[in-house]
């Protein structure tokens, strides 16, 4: 069962949103966030601004708008913190609603040559200045 509107945290855009990632702007399809777990400098999520589960439900239209966001957050990403490969991951048991965790890793950096951790312990979170700062930089790569 697929949740939807108030049990879908990306829709209902309330508490249980904002207390995993602070909303960096809008793109094309989707909305671009800062993951609050910062352990991977820069981690963000992009998530599709309507409901859908599965990428083979999109339109192609959708699907092409969808893949230009993530596209050009990796490369603000890469641009703003140097990262060696940038990492893409949608899993979405639990949250369904389509979202794009992007992951930026460094060869002498956490998880090099495997995956990120989803939800690395011990979590390291920022003050609210850490993450306007590095927000900053994303939307300085992004428009560049
Ligand atoms: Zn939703």
Same mark, same amino acid.
């Given at each position: 069962?697929?949740?939807?509107?108030?049990?879908?945290?990306?829709?209902?855009?309330?508490?249980?949103?904002?207390?995993?990632?602070?909303?960096?702007?809008?793109?094309?399809?989707?909305?671009?966030?800062?993951?609050?777990?910062?352990?991977?400098?820069?981690?963000?999520?992009?998530?599709?601004?309507?409901?859908e589960?599965e990428l083979f439900r999109l339109?192609?239209?959708?699907l092409?708008?969808?893949?230009?966001?993530?596209?050009?957050?990796?490369?603000?990403?890469?641009?703003?913190?140097?990262?060696?490969? %940038?990492?893409?991951? %949608?899993?979405?048991?639990?949250?369904?609603?389509?979202?794009?965790?992007?992951?930026?890793?460094?060869?002498?950096?956490?998880?090099?040559?495997?995956?990120?951790?989803?939800?690395?312990?011990?979590?390291?979170?920022?003050?609210?200045?850490?993450?306007?700062?590095? %927000?900053?930089?994303?939307?300085?790569?992004?428009?560049?």
């Amino acid at each position: 069962m697929s949740a939807h509107g108030e049990d879908c945290f990306y829709c209902a855009k309330d508490e249980r949103l904002y207390r995993l990632m602070v909303e960096i702007c809008k793109l094309e399809t989707s909305t671009l966030f800062l993951f609050r777990e910062q352990t991977y400098r820069g981690r963000c999520v992009v998530a599709l601004n309507a409901h859908e589960t599965e990428l083979f439900r999109l339109d192609r239209e959708t699907l092409c708008a969808f893949s230009r966001d993530v596209a050009k957050t990796a490369a603000a990403l890469q641009r703003a913190f140097g990262a060696a490969k %940038i990492n893409y991951a %949608i899993y979405g048991d639990l949250v369904s609603h389509l979202h794009y965790h992007v992951v930026p890793k460094h060869k002498d950096g956490h998880n090099w040559g495997e995956p990120f951790a989803v939800q690395p312990s011990p979590a390291k979170h920022l003050s609210e200045e850490g993450y306007k700062e590095v %927000i900053t930089t994303i939307k300085e790569h992004l428009s560049g």
